[in-house]
């Protein structure tokens, strides 16, 4: 199974990661975490560029650099993952493109999902996890922390990112599951495991 977390800056996508592999790994599953863009050699150079290199970055370069990223990443690491029968969880996945460089740096999102089909080679997680929340709450929780490239495009950049996620889950319910971020992480935990026992994942 191939399970993927998005959304704004600061929703906590990446604690509910953690909480989830925590959960799998005692029930002795076998569990593969990674995280876009990132996960080998070259995305995580990648990686480094996209959020923390002082150039100006073309909208259209920016898309393509986390294509690129993607594509090495799912064949390096993800697809052998599911090869082996592993459950992956991705702290981020092909949608985040869909709501950063789509509804934040407005670029043509049927351009991008064909982007994102070639780069995947059409892989799907079989769920995502939208952890939903207003762009004020997410910036006052990372309050004090040095914001990366990306971050700093500031509170209406976030507020059409989460548009554009909003928009996936209109488009893919059944894949695309809005979760409410702003209550408890322990209660965002149980919902999740709640959703995935229905799914066939205990």
């Not at 319910?173 to 409410?180: E, H, S, T, W």
Request: with cysteine; proline share 3%.
């Amino acid at each position: 199974m191939f399970i993927s977390f998005e959304g704004i800056d600061g929703c906590g996508k990446t604690t509910q990661l953690e909480l989830l592999e925590a959960h799998l790994k005692q029930r002795e599953y076998s569990v593969c975490r990674t995280r876009e863009p990132g996960g080998t050699s070259l995305a995580e150079t990648i990686r480094n560029y996209l959020l923390h290199s002082p150039d100006s970055l073309d909208a259209r370069a920016e898309l393509l650099l986390f294509g690129a990223a993607r594509a090495q990443h799912v064949a390096e690491i993800i697809r052998p993952a599911l090869a082996r029968n592993e459950i992956v969880l991705s702290d981020r996945f092909a949608d985040s493109s869909l709501a950063y460089q789509g509804g934040g740096l407005g670029l043509d999102r049927d351009f991008i999902r064909v982007l994102n089909s070639f780069a995947t080679d059409n892989l799907q997680p079989n769920v995502t996890f939208f952890l939903d929340i207003d762009p004020q709450i997410g910036q006052s929780r990372r309050a004090g922390e040095k914001a990366d490239r990306i971050e700093a495009r500031g509170i209406e950049f976030q507020n059409r990112v989460r548009i554009g996620f909003q928009e996936i889950e209109r488009e893919e319910p059944q894949r695309f599951l809005v979760l409410n971020a702003d209550q408890t992480r322990e209660e965002l935990h149980a919902e999740i495991l709640a959703i995935l026992r229905e799914r066939g994942l205990d």
